[in-house]
């Protein structure tokens, strides 16, 4: 091969590692040894000196002495950056020969070809998988669409679609193409090498319902959530507006719009049409309070005044007066993938899916929870208190007679493996919003009021060789178990905390903030006791006229044990029920 050179792969890798190692330092200002600290300095001998011994098969031993001298290291960070510009220039000649060879080809598989080896030769494995003289090489898979390259009339040579392939070249003999493969071992020093020849190529692009899934980790889920859907959107438009239909076509001036996105601070910019969109919403849900912190931000003519908005509207968006606004722009979200069909229900073996729903389906009915799939509710009540934790804030809730549990169930495909994931919301509904049961759902419970609202996602893994008996469905069972329990504030068994403690609430901090204030109650128990012996000898003394036996004898009637661990357990305790307390703060 033309361009694969593995030695100055691995010297690429030891790059970026120094690299990675010396931040907030840059590779490029050629430090002496001098500018370094002495920890870092040593650090990165060891690393060398440990990449060297790893990859010691592959490394020439002039490199490998090179490498190991002692001397200085500026040399080594000066020899490293050059040989990584050398690889870089190597790459852009690689691409730009595949972009001339591809040129007889229409633009857009040019374009997926040439993305192909751009992320294979990245470091991104690819699978490739040939059938009956085609061969099917796939490029890009999300949840709204699945790109691949069909090539025809193809053969290939040691190609096993098990092989995750690392570096590809393309090269051409009058009109047969050449796609050489290797499959890198950076250890042993054994490649894997496979050839594939191709005369024609063609682009398949399928695309599916994409708000089958959820962002499951974020400041906000449902904003989170929205601005994934908004943004897969945009991909499917970047491939060409035929990608699209007129439904996602009016929803483009909301895509690039990162406002949503609660991390997203100064780096946020709009234009007219996306004011406009967002307007038309505000107002369509009655959120009309946004409409001056959204002027805000567009006069605002300074980086801060404009981050301070930028935060002003993100700690609103996220309250349960604004999920109108969230539901309105997912709903239309939500219309517009209906167009498409499920991942799952085109690549999923159609038995075993619907299996699978029946048995969760099946698990929450038998909880007493109403509705179908993948859509659960529970109306029930709370009888006794509880210690949660709701929005990183630890509460206690309790004894509330309208407590509404929704489980919602998310399919989430990729590379042939379903994952489930169920979207848990908890709302203590008020007498005068029981009207309000039907029209929510699990995402409501993220949005933020107080003590009233709280949100968890699980995640239920299915492996790709499904069992076809439901019984063997063990771990996706208990899961959906868990999730009944977690959405009705119920006790989890000892397996289930061992298992899944991570979506449990969070008691090391509990527990941390118990030893903390038992401690400082010993020790304020034993200052006030000691203050208070000091206190009563002087009294004592004072009221004997200085007569020391009669001051000892009311001294010693005074029972100290006991005041001691009165006042450590009361300081302790007042200051445990103070600290949670003080968390909503």
């Known amino acids: 091969m033309k361009y694969y050179c593995k030695e100055q792969i691995l010297l690429v890798w030891l790059f970026y590692q120094i690299q990675y190692i010396l931040s907030p330092y840059e590779v490029g200002n050629h430090m002496s040894n001098r500018t370094l600290d002495s920890k870092k300095f040593i650090k990165i001998r060891k690393h060398i000196s440990t990449f060297v011994l790893e990859h010691s098969k592959l490394l020439a031993e002039e490199t490998k002495k090179f490498l190991l001298n002692e001397s200085n290291l500026e040399d080594i960070l000066t020899y490293l950056e050059e040989v990584n510009s050398e690889y870089l220039i190597r790459e852009n000649q690689k691409n730009s020969e595949a972009s001339g060879l591809l040129s007889k080809f229409d633009e857009k598989e040019s374009k997926a070809f040439n993305e192909f080896l751009e992320s294979i ?112 959107i945009e991909a499917k438009r970047s491939l060409g507006s035929e990608y699209i239909n007129e439904k996602e076509e009016e929803l483009l001036p909301l895509c690039n719009l990162e406002l949503f996105r609660p991390s997203i601070f100064d780096t946020v910019e709009f234009d007219d049409s996306q004011y406009e969109k967002l307007t038309i919403y505000i107002e369509r849900s009655n959120c009309q309070k946004l409409l001056p912190i959204l002027d805000s931000i567009r006069k605002s003519e300074t980086k801060k005044r404009r981050q301070k908005y930028i935060k002003e509207f993100k700690n609103e968006i996220i309250k349960f007066q604004y999920e109108p606004l969230w539901r309105s722009i997912f709903d239309d979200v939500k219309a517009a993938a209906s167009e498409y069909p499920s991942k799952a229900e085109v690549l999923c073996e159609q038995v075993q899916l619907k299996d699978i729903r029946s048995v969760v389906s ?224």
């Open 121 to 232: 030769n990245g470091g991104d494995g690819s699978r490739i998988s040939m059938d009956k003289g085609s061969c099917v090489i796939d490029i890009r898979e999300t949840e709204a669409l699945m790109m691949s390259i069909i090539l025809e009339n193809a053969y290939g040579e040691n190609i096993e679609s098990d092989i995750l392939w690392d570096h590809a070249e393309l090269s051409k003999s009058d009109d047969t193409y050449l796609l050489e493969l290797v499959c890198s071992d950076y250890l042993d020093g054994e490649d894997i090498l496979g050839k594939i020849s191709f005369s024609t190529m063609s682009l398949n692009i399928q695309l599916y319902n994409y708000t089958l899934s959820v962002v499951s980790r974020g400041n906000s889920v449902p904003w989170d959530t929205l601005t994934g859907l908004l943004g897969e």
């Open 362 to 585: 099946k698990k929450f009915f038998d909880a007493g929870f109403q509705g179908e799939y993948p859509h659960f509710r529970k109306m029930g009540s709370l009888d006794r208190l509880h210690l949660a934790e709701i929005n990183g804030i630890t509460y206690w809730v309790g004894y509330e007679k309208n407590m509404a549990s929704y489980v919602d169930c998310m399919e989430f495909c990729y590379d042939g493996t379903l994952t489930l994931y169920f979207v848990i919301g908890i709302i203590l509904l008020k007498p005068d919003k029981l009207d309000t049961f039907n029209k929510l759902d699990a995402f409501s419970g993220f949005f933020h009021d107080r003590a009233r609202r709280t949100g968890k996602v699980l995640c239920g893994y299915i492996p790709k060789m499904l069992p076809d008996s439901s019984r063997d469905l063990g771990d996706l069972l208990e899961t959906v178990s868990i999730a009944i329990k977690k959405s009705m504030f119920q006790k989890l068994s000892g397996s289930e905390r061992k298992n899944l403690n991570k979506y449990d609430i969070d008691k090391k901090s509990i527990l941390m903030i118990g030893l903390i204030w038992t401690i400082a109650g010993i020790l304020y128990g034993f200052m006030m006791t000691v203050s208070f012996m000091i206190f009563e000898l002087i009294v004592g003394l004072i009221d004997s006229s200085g007569s020391i036996s009669e001051a000892w004898a009311f001294f010693i009637q005074t029972p100290w044990w006991i005041f001691f661990a009165g006042t450590s357990f009361g300081f302790g305790i007042l200051m445990l029920i103070i600290s949670l307390f003080a968390q909503r703060s």
